[in-house]
T-cell receptor, first 114, second 111 residues
Framework: SQTIHQWPATLVQPVGSPLSLECTVE??????LYWYRQAAGRGLQLLFY??????ISSEVPQNLSASRPQDRQFILSSKKLLLSDSGFYLC?????????????FGPGTRLTVT | GEDVEQSLFLSVREGDSSVINCTYT??????LYWYKQEPGAGLQLLTY?????DMKQDQRLTVLLNKKDKHLSLRIADTQTGDSAIYFC???????????FGIGTKLQVIP
């Protein structure tokens, strides 16, 4: 069966510090991968998605970036965090295209920028 | 693009049925999904329905789709306290197309 991992689970970082959040998927090949941010415990904002190694699409211009160095690894980064980057970050995967594109989510990372 | 709307809050008594409603704007949405999020956790896919279906049932969950009115509902039979969570409706066209999520309906189950 497939599993998705995210770490760290929680993170407190000062403004201006760098960020690296990691997401890995097990039990599947060539998944679509996604990064979302959830602010105020509600709506999801799609930040990035990837359909393959090195292929990243950005949905919202911001000071965040994403990379996919391996098939089942997705990394969210920032060189300098802003207060507004605080939130709950969710990674998700979906099977390769051809089907309903149902997404499966990781447990999330709670980021607090102070 | 797609816009998905849901009411923010629903309160029901334990043992009653819950009905969570959702409307969407994009008539080309091929798949419609329901997700559940418990506090501090990621989203859990509950079920999805293909747009050529009117209804899908899975144990205590029943999804109804009115494609003409672009209205989707999730009925939870015999609601339990463990069903307390935020429920997200989402729509998409499958394939590489992105999925658009609603803002979520918080379901409170009163013992």
């Amino acid at each position: 069966s497939q599993t998705i991992h995210q770490w760290p689970a929680t993170l407190v970082q000062p403004v201006g510090s760098p960020l690296s959040l990691e997401c890995t998927v097990e039990g599947t090949s060539n998944p679509n991968l996604y990064w979302y941010r959830q602010a105020a415990g509600r709506g999801l904002q799609l930040l990035f998605y990837s359909v393959g190694i090195g292929q990243i699409s950005s949905e919202v211009p911001q000071n965040l970036s994403a990379s996919r160095p391996q098939d089942r690894q997705f990394i969210l980064s920032s060189k300098k965090l802003l207060l507004s980057d605080s939130g709950f970050y969710l990674c998700a995967w979906s099977p390769p295209p051809g089907g309903p594109n149902e997404q499966y989510f990781g447990p999330g990372t709670r980021l607090t920028v102070t | 693009g797609e816009d998905v709307e849901q009411s923010l809050f629903l309160s029901v008594r334990e043992g009653d049925s819950s009905v969570i409603n959702c409307t969407y704007t994009d008539s080309s949405s091929t798949y419609l999904y329901w997700y559940k999020q418990e506090p501090g956790a990621g989203l859990q896919l509950l079920t999805y329905i293909f747009s050529n279906m009117d209804m899908k049932q899975d144990q205590r969950l029943t999804v109804l789709l009115n494609k003409k009115d672009k209205h989707l509902s999730l009925r939870i039979a015999d609601t339990q306290t463990g069903d307390s969570a935020i429920y997200f409706c989402a729509g998409g066209s499958g394939g590489y197309q992105k999925v658009t999520f609603g803002i979520g309906t918080k379901l409170q189950v009163i013992p």
